[in-house]
């Protein structure tokens, strides 16, 4: 792995000596984030939200440990313990309000970096694993986020744990047994807040896991760039320290102003306030709706509002939510484009700005809204469009699309020229 | 080869299939549209833009008004509405001192067991105990309100939205129906027990107005009760119930922002130090 011109550890002193013959961890740290890692020079702040991501990740685990040490998981004091430590607790409200917030921002700069990955198509060769692993921890993170919204036992805890175990009722014959299995009873009680605690406590570990995959999967063949070409020599590249780092010091100050903002000012903003009701299942919610970050699913899976054949409409509506981000996993071999960035290709470029993004945004708008029109109407145009583009549209402009010309190098991207450009082969798309 | 290519027209019939779906669902929405005549919601009113001690980002308690709040709650609302999450202790947030609290506690009777039978009875309160509830269980709770189990207020402003001026508004809202209202729909007439409000969604509710005349209580600090004096006052009190630790909230939001802008401009003006040494120079 890595460039031939990486820079190699050499431990200093004795004690890093003795380290390093034992156990090699400053050189592994080295080289993962430190000199060691030569990282394409020209990343923009777009490639920043992978630290994020991390990080949030980071903050989910510190705040939920410290919650999971005050919080009960019984249907009969959930709801109470969770006012206990927003009022009794010391410090309660804070770590209370920055997980809840903390998993939002988790789901930020996670949608932002996967939309980067999309527009740059950084799932090609030879990234596809990265990809995959990263749709995993995006699955992991929708299972952990969902059952970690139960916990407090409001309205919209247990309205959308009966909504989304519901989903499984809708498979044929054996719908209802799994439905009844997953919650340990008929409907969401004791028995299903304990596991979807036990496992809210767990799933975040084993997203750290995947995470190391992940990024050990991407210290094979190394960053992505805004130009899609590859590294080719040592001007392409900085050290990941003290370049990187320095960059991403400060796009994490950026997100951690932002995110303290909605801590400290706007805590609520991004919450239902019916899950401030306590759990009631003899009182039906007028809305049931998800948090903000499952609205474009939620869109998805509501646009099926009629029987497609023999395909009742509910499985219709569950079968293409979760394909729809299923299909995430084919994208390397559904875009065969040779190149990779969308600045260099021009018709892949309007489909993304113009179609996909605008159909991600009214999904977004009518997931969280009534199930009333103009929003189903919407939801069903957005719908059709989502499955277009990456099932029907991406493969076909791979196909005809005819990509601008590439710049030989990053270091000719960046500089202007590059000392060893070969006049006559900087046109041809060098990938 | 061969295997891409039914890689990617496999692709493709699923997308025309789930596409298909979702327009034919978008079609015989449509049709549906166009031949049935849409349900319309009642049209209720939002909640009154009101200005409050605690808005905004620098905002505090006007503990005078939360006095008078607790007062309004305590004489009128507690009735027939709980409390639960707000022990007595709290009260020292807003202004009493620990004997005040004490002597307010122990003018509570609170549920206890009499240590000489072991029968359930009631003893009078200390600053631990939770505000009492009115009725002993939620049977009872709605047996005596017409099958309308009156909910806590503890934390009615954050489980409304815009939740103070919801509840303010509410209680000043309290008026008969508009004709034109009823002639647009006559479903929202009140029904027999129930009281008409435009701001409540259903436009009818099961509370009877609780504050009606003005001197329903009398004030201590001397502030004229009109209804729109005790509504705002009780509705800041639920502020307060809901959230005791905003204002404290906020007011370390501040240190932490203005920590992190110093910050963040360090590690800008570090980033574009160490970057210059690689720039293209212009």
Redesign the interface.
């Known amino acids: 792995m890595s460039f031939p011109w990486a820079r190699q550890y050499e431990p200093k002193n004795g004690l890093t000596k003795f380290l390093d013959e034992r156990l090699p961890l400053p050189r592994l740290v080295y080289n993962a984030i430190g000199a060691g890692y030569p990282v394409p020079?020209n990343l923009s702040y777009f490639w920043n939200f992978g630290v994020l991501a991390g990080f949030f990740l980071v903050v989910q685990i510190v705040t939920g440990v410290v919650l999971a040490m005050h919080y009960a998981a019984n249907a009969q004091v959930a709801f109470?313990t969770t006012?206990h430590i927003?009022?009794d607790v010391n410090w309660g409200?804070?770590m209370r309000?920055a997980h809840a917030n903390g998993a939002s921002f988790f789901f930020i700069v996670v949608y932002l970096h996967i939309f980067r990955g999309l527009f740059y198509s950084s799932y090609k060769a030879p990234r596809e694993m990265i990809w995959l692993l990263g749709v995993v921890i995006f699955l992991l993170m929708m299972a952990t986020a969902f059952m970690g919204y139960v916990l407090p036992w409001g309205q919209m805890s247990f309205w959308g744990a009966k909504v989304i175990t519901g989903l499984f009722g809708a498979i044929p014959l054996v719908g209802e047994p799994i439905q009844v299995w997953l919650l340990g009873g008929f409907a969401p009680d004791n028995a299903a807040l304990n596991r979807f605690f036990s496992l809210h406590f767990l799933l975040p570990f084993v997203i750290a896991g995947v995470v190391i995959l992940h990024i050990w999967a991407l210290h094979i063949p190394g960053s992505s760039n805004p130009t899609g070409v590859e590294v080719k020599s040592e001007s392409d590249t900085?050290p990941f320290h003290?370049?990187y780092t320095?960059?991403d010091?400060?796009g994490?100050?950026?997100a951690?102003?932002a995110y303290?903002?909605m801590?400290?000012?706007l805590?609520?903003a991004l919450g239902h306030?019916?899950n401030?009701?306590e759990a009631n299942p003899l009182s039906t919610p007028?809305h049931i709706v998800p948090e903000w970050y499952f609205w474009p699913f939620y869109a998805i899976l509501r646009?099926?509002?009629?029987d497609?054949f023999f395909?009742p409409?509910k499985l219709?509506g569950v079968i293409?939510m979760f394909?729809s981000i299923l299909?995430w996993f084919?994208l390397p071999?559904?875009d065969?484009s040779p190149v990779r960035s969308g600045h260099y290709r021009p018709l892949f470029r309007k489909f993304f700005w113009f179609g996909l993004i605008p159909a991600m945004i009214v999904l977004f708008i009518c997931g969280g809204a009534p199930a009333?029109?103009p929003y189903?109407?919407l939801s069903?145009?957005a719908?059709?469009?989502y499955?277009?583009h990456?099932?029907?549209i991406l493969?076909i402009i791979s196909s005809v699309e005819k990509p601008e010309p590439l710049p030989y190098s990053i270091t000719e991207a960046?500089?202007?020229s590059d000392k060893k450009v070969v006049k006559g082969e900087n046109t041809s798309p060098a990938v | 080869m061969l295997k891409?290519l039914s890689?990617?027209l496999v692709?493709?019939l699923?997308?025309?299939v789930?596409?298909?779906?979702?327009?034919?669902?978008?079609v015989?929405?449509?049709i549906a549209?166009a031949t049935e005549e849409?349900a319309g919601h009642l049209p209720y009113e939002k909640p009154m833009d009101l200005a409050w001690s605690f808005d905004g980002?620098f905002g505090n308690w006007d503990k005078a008004q939360l006095q008078r709040g607790l007062k309004v709650y305590d004489e009128v609302c507690s009735a027939c509405h709980s409390l639960k999450?707000v022990a007595f202790r709290?009260l020292e947030q807003i202004g009493y001192s620990e004997a005040m609290v004490k002597a307010y506690a122990a003018a509570k009777q609170v549920p206890g067991i009499d240590p000489n039978t072991g029968e359930a009875t009631t003893r009078p309160g200390l600053p631990t105990d939770y505000f009492p509830s009115p009725y002993p269980n939620n049977v009872a709770a709605a047996v005596a309100n017409n099958n309308a189990i009156p909910?806590d207020l503890?934390?009615m402003t954050?489980?409304?939205?815009d939740?103070t001026n919801y509840v303010a508004s509410l209680l000043m809202g309290y008026q008969e129906p508009s004709a034109e209202l009823l002639e647009e729909h006559p479903e929202a007439a009140p029904g027999p027990g129930l009281y008409h409000n435009p701001y409540f969604?259903n436009l009818n509710l099961a509370m009877a107005p609780p504050l009606t005349t003005a001197g329903q209580v009398t004030y201590d600090d001397g502030t004229e009760a009109t209804v729109e004096q005790m509504s705002k006052d009780v509705a800041a009190f639920l502020t307060w119930t809901?959230?005791?630790?905003m204002v404290k909230?906020?007011q370390?939001?501040w240190p932490?922002?203005i920590f992190?802008?110093f910050?963040?401009v360090l590690?800008?003006m570090?980033?574009k130090q160490?970057?210059s040494a690689?720039k293209?120079k212009k």
């Open positions: 020079r109470a006012e927003m009022r409200w804070l309000y900085v003290p370049y320095a960059k010091g400060f994490l100050g950026i951690l102003l303290f903002a801590v400290f000012f805590p609520n306030p019916d401030y009701i007028a646009a099926f509002t009629v497609f395909v409409a219709m293409a394909a299909l084919f071999w559904l065969k009333e029109e189903v109407i069903q145009i719908t059709a469009y499955f277009l990456f099932l029907v493969p960046v500089l202007g | 891409l890689v990617r692709a493709m699923v997308g025309l789930f596409a298909v779906a979702a327009l034919w669902a978008l015989i929405g449509l549209l849409p980002p999450f709290d909910p503890s934390l954050k489980a409304r939205g939740g969604p809901a959230e005791p630790t909230r906020k370390t939001g932490v922002l992190l802008l910050a963040t590690a800008y570090s980033k160490i970057w690689v293209p």
